[in-house]
């Protein structure tokens, strides 16, 4: 059976049905996990650690075969954060997955303009997680090459991403928890629906992405 993927996760959950990746938040830790991680700084915490202390976690994450992404990075207008910190903090792990050709997984909040500024200058796969854009911004967003991680905003259907979803290429495509307790499975069998897939048929297209996308060689 192909297994499902929660492309991220804050849980501690490993391979058997689900292929789960666990975020790993720098700023609370350094204990690397034996199963796929990403790592990074959120922007709620970007002030918590020097670029310099930020460099060498991640150089500790890059050493190690689990790693499969950067990340969460991104920009958030909601938090206390100063945005000028955010965003060269942001900048900064861009530049590491760019150098490192690792995928990015991003958290965005009423930041675009900016997050599309900054983010157009590396070349880095880029992952925006816990996506709940509505048409407008779906189709912006596509033609700049982003993917779409959706999570438990399509379990509304009054949700924006619930309307746009269908516009998302099924190779741009991701589902995951975050924080949420739910089951990846939940997410899946609404998406199945409004995709008008099998469980299988999205199971593959899922898995077929991650084992893609998390390997992926960015050409220079």
């Known amino acids: 059976m192909i297994p499902y993927v929660d492309l991220h996760t804050h849980r501690k959950t490993q391979w058997g049905q689900v292929v789960s990746v666990n975020n790993l938040m720098l700023n609370e830790t350094t204990d690397l996990p034996s199963h796929p991680f990403s790592a990074g700084l959120h922007p709620w915490h970007a002030d918590q650690l020097s670029l310099e202390t930020l460099s060498a976690r991640l150089n500790e994450c890059l050493v190690s075969p689990d ?27 861009l530049k590491i997955a760019s150098e490192n050709r690792k995928p990015v997984i991003i958290h965005c909040v009423k930041a675009w303009d900016e997050l599309i500024e900054i983010s157009s200058n590396y070349k880095s ?18 033609k700049l090459g982003f993917c779409f991680s959706i999570g438990k905003a399509i379990l509304n259907s009054g949700s924006k991403v619930f309307s746009a979803v269908n516009l998302i290429p099924h190779t741009s495509l991701f589902c995951e928890t975050d924080i949420a307790e739910i089951s990846i499975i939940q997410i899946y069998k609404i998406l199945c629906g409004v995709l008008q897939l099998q469980d299988e048929d999205l199971r593959k297209i899922m898995f077929d992405n991650y084992t893609r996308i998390m390997s992926a060689k960015i050409s220079n």
Request: charged share 25%; with cysteine; glycine share 12%.
């Open 67 to 93: 790693l499969v992404a950067i990340g969460e990075t991104g920009l958030d207008k909601v938090c206390k954060t100063p945005m000028d910190l955010q965003k060269d903090v942001f900048e900064f792990q």
């Open 125 to 142: 796969i880029k992952i925006l997680h816990g996506y709940n854009g509505g048409i407008q911004l779906t189709e912006r967003l596509l």
